[in-house]
Antibody, heavy 121, light 110 residues
């Protein structure tokens, strides 16, 4: 079955760190860019970070740049998001998503179920 | 404040047609394709429409998308109760060099 399964969420204190994982299965993981998108409670979607299929290129939203690090291990079919200096505003459900891109279009065609990150003292 | 603008809510009765708008600018919708995602209550987003008007396999043809200039629309015809969900538009933004989303539209089937 083609799927993405996130893990690693939980309760962390402000200023703390957490590492999220996203396990991919059912497709050739190394052929796709991968992305993290988050959704604060009761709010809309916010793009967080991206990594190219071979890990050579990364992107971060301004809100997390310098605090979060995206990486991937193609041998383990797993995407990661290392989060540091966490703030209350980072509290959200974090989704990983598979990216599709051609010369003329790009979109996310597969999403995981998400993992909840709670930042509170 | 989302980069793309959507109405916060929409409603219509079963069997009718509803349209959800998404307004952007020249750096996003005006120069890139638009995608729509459906988020059923308590679940993850799911790709509904890609590249302005393409439906992934399994998405009923009751769902259609269009784009004109710096705006896009999602239309749902023959509304069903199971269409109650949040709908988000998304596009690449050349100025921000990143993805942007609308704030989402909560669709209620009366």
């Amino acid at each position: 079955e083609v799927q993405l399964v996130e893990s690693g969420g939980g309760l962390v204190q402000p200023g703390g760190s957490l590492r999220l994982s996203c396990a991919a299965s059912g497709f050739t993981f190394s052929s796709y860019s991968m992305h993290w998108v988050r959704q604060a409670p009761g709010k809309g979607l916010e793009y967080v970070s991206a990594i190219s299929n071979n890990g050579g290129s990364t992107y971060y939203a301004k809100s997390v740049k310098g605090r979060f690090t995206i990486s991937r291990d193609n041998s383990k079919n797993t995407l990661y998001l290392q989060m540091g200096s966490l703030r209350a505003e980072d509290m959200a459900v974090y989704y990983c998503a598979r990216g599709r891109q051609t010369v003329t279009t790009r979109y996310f065609d597969l999403w995981g179920r998400g993992t909840l990150v709670t930042v509170s003292s | 404040q989302s980069v793309l603008t959507q109405p916060p809510s929409a409603s219509e009765t079963p069997g009718q047609r509803v349209t959800i708008s998404c307004s952007g600018s020249s750096s996003n919708i005006g120069s890139n394709t638009v995608n729509w995602y459906q988020q059923l209550p308590g679940t993850a987003p799911k790709l509904l429409i890609y590249t302005n008007n393409q439906r992934p396999s399994g998405v009923p043809d009751r769902f259609s998308g269009s784009k004109s200039g710096t705006s896009a629309s999602l239309a749902i015809s023959g509304l069903q109760s199971e269409d109650e969900a949040d709908y988000y538009c998304g596009a690449w933004d050349d100025s921000l060099n990143g993805w942007v989303f609308g704030g989402g539209t909560k669709l209620t089937v009366l």
